[in-house]
């Protein structure tokens, strides 16, 4: 946010795992990779990053639609292409965001 000095985060793990900090290192980054995946495709095909939306609980709500459409879109298997292709023909086709919604 404008105005606002940026801050650091450090956050620390207590297990455990004895002799396994690599298994454990390993379930981070693969958490973080599926994050940064989901979030990049978000960005992507819905512009995520480009919401003003800020009002109540709008944004929240908003990614919660988001997440929903990008499941479904991923289930619809009949059309080739990528989210954002499948996203954009579901606005020009009614049959076939009926068909998105029936997966």
Not at 19 to 39: F, P, Y
Not at 55 to 69: G, S, T, V, Y
Not at 77 to 98: E, F, P, Q, V
Request: net charge positive; proline share 2%.
């Amino acid at each position: 946010m404008p105005g606002k000095a940026p801050t650091i985060e450090q956050r620390y793990s207590l297990v455990s795992l004895e002799g396994q900090v690599e298994r454990l290192a390993q379930a981070v980054r693969s958490h973080w990779g599926i994050e940064n995946q989901v979030h990049w495709v978000l960005d992507v095909a819905f512009k995520e990053d480009d919401s003003r939306i800020r009002k109540d609980h709008a944004l929240e709500n908003l990614a919660l639609i988001r997440h929903l459409a990008l499941n479904l879109l991923r289930q619809e298997r009949s059309a080739k292409g990528d989210i954002k292709a499948k996203r954009l023909k579901a606005g020009w086709d009614n049959c076939y965001l009926s068909r998105i919604l029936a997966t």
